[in-house]
């Protein structure tokens, strides 16, 4: 529960950095996508979270739903170790730019999403 709870507060900070600036986002996005730890980080935190997800699931309000997401994380984890860092870096540059302008709205709709998953968790 106290993970997940994490989980929404660090979505709820970016999100903000992402409505108030969507330009610095997407460089933010590119600088860290040259960094050598970029795609070992991507593939662990997703896989760690979808583990705490999965594991916290039964705490939550909406343990089904919990459940979904952390299956989703470790997917995409797992999907992620399949993919060749430099794939990764070019899609994530790619949707830096193609994406840019979208990045105000998503950062909307992600900041009531990681508000959701702190009163998911701390209702449950």
């Known amino acids: 529960m106290y993970l997940i709870t ?11 950095v992402m409505i108030a600036s969507p330009e610095y986002w997407s460089r933010g996005i590119v600088k860290f996508s040259e960094q050598s730890y970029f795609h070992p980080f991507e593939i662990l935190s997703r896989i760690a979270f979808g583990v705490v997800f999965i594991v916290s699931a039964d705490q939550t309000l909406y343990p089904t739903l919990m459940l979904a997401i952390g299956y989703l994380l470790l997917t995409v984890g797992v999907g992620l170790l399949l993919t060749p860092p430099s794939k990764h870096k070019q899609f994530a540059v790619w949707s ?3 994406f840019k302008n979208t990045f105000r709205p998503m950062g909307l709709v992600s900041l009531f999403f990681g508000a959701f998953l702190i009163y998911a968790a701390v209702s449950g």
Do not use: C
């Not at 994490?6 to 903000?16: D, P, R, V, Y």
């Open 6 to 16: 994490f989980f929404g507060l660090l979505l709820m900070l970016l999100s903000i």
């Open 96 to 98: 830096a730019h193609r």
